[in-house]
């Protein structure tokens, strides 16, 4: 019997017998050690890593400004209460912006991906509402220039607020109250969790306010136009001036509805008519330029007022240069 097995395996020479013994003990070994998968590596998307350096960005600039308006008691009047509520806006859509992308890569689970998708939707409809509330503010002020500085419009001023807040918060909680799509992805935009339904509305709503915010304008424009007609026939020698100064001032305007149009309108056409199915670089290049909006807004609505450069310089130094102007700001200057 011995030489029956020895038989067996003549055919192969002896140092590949031994190998094939070797083997075959080794992996009878093995089969009894578990296997343990190897840790999927994190890759993180570069767009991500951009959108988390906007909002890094924004959160610092705004937050200047809340500190600033906050700490500051002179800095109350309707003009600055509306700087203040776009500045809190956007410093919330910052940090939306920065704890959606820790949550997308640390904390996965769909809780957070509600709360954070909830957070960045309030604060972006709060700081495009802010915007229209300060277009309406500029409108008032005009229009009303002799009964502007009164309660009535501080208490006009408040009721805005609480109204695009409470609103705000509301579109917010949209998603975490069930209006999504985690449970039918066939129903997702191209944000998901918000489903189709959700960001047309959304989208609707801001061509519905950058419509009204147009034709506001358009009105400041043809007062502030009124006025510098008025003041030429009083002062024949200084018409060239006034129609400089005007221009200016039309120009700026123009700048400012622009730039706002620039940064929100390409993502607000894109998600009437795309969904989920899209290649999502499309949501990205089209998301981004309208977290660049909340960048620019500081700079617009904030630093350039006289009296939010007086309280950062006796902030930062303790002091106001010389050269910066003593005229206050009126309202009605944008």
């Known amino acids: 019997m ?15 017998a031994e190998a094939s013994a070797a083997e075959n003990i ?8 578990p ?15 951009v959108l988390c350096t906007s909002g890094t960005l924004i959160s610092c600039e705004n937050a200047i400004v809340v500190l ?28 939306g912006l920065i704890v959606n ?66 609103a705000s918060i509301c579109i917010g909680l949209l998603p975490v109250m069930g209006w999504n799509c985690l449970k039918d992805e066939s129903t997702c935009s191209v944000i998901r969790p918000l489903t189709k339904n959700n960001a047309a509305i959304l989208s609707v709503s801001f061509l519905l306010m950058f419509a009204l915010m147009l034709q506001l304008y358009i009105q400041i424009c043809k007062i502030v136009m009124r006025h510098a007609h008025q003041i ?38 894109y998600s009437l008519i795309a969904d989920y199915t899209y290649p999502s670089i499309y949501t990205y290049a089209t998301l981004l330029p309208a977290t660049y909006n909340s960048i620019i807004n500081p700079v617009i609505y904030a630093f350039r007022n006289q009296e939010i450069q ?18 206050a700001r009126s309202p009605s200057d944008v």
């Open 2 to 16: 011995n030489e029956d097995r020895k038989g067996n395996v003549s055919w192969l020479p002896r140092d590949a």
């Open 26 to 33: 080794s992996a009878a070994a093995s089969s009894l050690i």
């Open 35 to 49: 296997v343990i998968d190897p840790e999927p590596e994190l890759v993180v998307n570069p767009w991500d890593i």
């Open 68 to 95: 600033i308006i906050f700490h500051n008691p002179s800095l109350r009047a309707p003009m600055f209460l509306l700087i203040g509520s776009l500045a809190l806006a956007d410093l919330l859509a910052g940090i």
């Open 101 to 166: 992308f820790i949550f997308a890569y640390l904390l996965q689970s769909e809780a957070t991906k509600l709360v954070t998708i909830g957070l960045i939707v309030a604060s972006f409809s709060a700081s495009v509402c802010s915007l229209l509330a300060i277009t309406v503010d500029r409108y008032l002020s005009l229009y009303y220039a002799l009964t502007y500085n009164s309660e009535r419009t501080v208490t006009f001023t408040y009721v805005m607020l609480i109204l695009l807040w409470g």
């Open 232 to 269: 030429a026939l009083q002062h024949h020698f200084l018409a060239t001036s006034h129609y400089v100064t005007t221009r200016k001032g039309v120009s700026t305007l123009a700048i400012i509805l622009g730039t706002f149009a620039a940064c929100w309108m390409p993502f607000t056409l």
């Open 310 to 327: 007086k309280a950062l310089w006796l902030i930062c130094c303790g002091c106001i240069p010389p050269n910066l102007s003593q005229r």
